[in-house]
């Protein structure tokens, strides 16, 4: 039930579908406790994880019939989408999940969410075996979007999920609750900029929702240096995000 918008009532065909994006009006404006910024928060990243798929997913089967050059940096895009989600599950599991069980002192809480990351690896790992391997000029767009669906939906579930959990965090220390999301954010950021700071920001939507949120917060600076220093390095690359570095939405080429 998370996972599927009927398209034909969109005008517009971009990036907040096929797979919904998750909603945080609910809880995302109220500061009584940690667990309901850590949600918003959460819940923002996840929505970066969404747009970036569902760019793939929109794109995969359009793009121009032998032109290498476009097939090779749509791979390039779907490996970097792969190795940021990677490396996003890798700190909760290694970070933040153990933290959160220790502030909360239930050993398993968060075993649910760590087995839903095990339910999309499969196919996630042929994905991404797939981006890493095809020749350019044997790129099948039918079946990088069979690819996509095969792991999509256990996928959204899971990112969908795991705010209601976070949620539910309200009845433990908030200040405890915050520190461990921010060693967690802190983690995340070691990464390689150049394969991952230019998706983080092409997939941020500062209008979502109205513009509530400010997700990357970052001085007014950073996405200069995303697009003209970090972003550099595989330009062709980022045609396929569904915004800006500067967080505004754009056109999809090949949607």
Same mark, same amino acid.
């Given at each position: 039930m998370y996972h599927r918008i009927n398209i034909a009532v969109m005008p517009h065909t971009w990036a907040d579908q096929p797979f919904t994006l998750i909603n945080t009006r609910q809880f995302s404006q109220d500061s009584s406790h940690a667990a309901y910024y850590v949600a918003t928060q959460m819940s923002l990243a996840h929505n970066g994880i969404i747009r970036g798929l569902n760019s793939i997913s929109l794109q995969a089967p359009n793009l121009p019939a032998g032109d290498t050059t476009v097939a090779r940096d749509f791979l390039i895009y779907c490996q970097c989408w792969s190795e940021s989600m990677h490396h996003h599950h890798d700190a909760e599991e290694a970070i933040f999940f153990p933290e959160i069980e220790s502030i909360t002192k239930i050993k398993g809480l968060m075993e649910q969410n760590v087995e839903q990351h095990r339910a999309f690896t499969p196919g996630f790992d042929d994905f991404y075996e797939y981006s890493k391997t095809c020749q350019p000029g044997k790129y099948d767009g039918r079946k990088m979007k069979a690819l996509v669906e095969a792991f999509a939906e256990p996928l959204i579930k899971h990112l969908h999920d795991e =705010? &209601?959990? =976070?949620?539910?965090?309200?009845? #433990?220390?908030? &200040?405890? =609750?915050?520190?461990? #999301? @921010?060693?967690? &954010?802190?983690?995340?950021?070691?990464?390689?900029?150049?394969?991952?700071?230019?998706?983080? %920001? /092409?997939?941020?939507?500062?209008?979502?929702?109205? /513009?509530?949120?400010? %997700?990357?917060? *970052?001085?007014? %600076? *950073?996405?200069?240096?995303?697009? #003209? *220093? %970090? /972003?550099? @390095?595989? @330009? /062709? *690359?980022?045609?396929?995000?569904?915004?800006?570095?500067?967080?505004?939405? @754009? &056109?999809?080429?090949?949607?």
């Open positions: =705010i &209601e959990t =976070i949620r539910a965090l309200d009845k #433990y220390n908030s &200040e405890k =609750i915050r520190q461990a #999301y @921010r060693r967690f &954010e802190k983690s995340l950021m070691a990464t390689d900029n150049y394969r991952i700071a230019p998706l983080v %920001f /092409g997939t941020a939507d500062r209008s979502f929702e109205g /513009g509530i949120h400010d %997700f990357p917060a *970052v001085p007014f %600076f *950073v996405p200069y240096v995303i697009n #003209y *220093v %970090f /972003g550099m @390095r595989y @330009r /062709g *690359v980022w045609r396929f995000n569904p915004c800006t570095s500067w967080r505004d939405r @754009r &056109e999809l080429p090949y949607a």
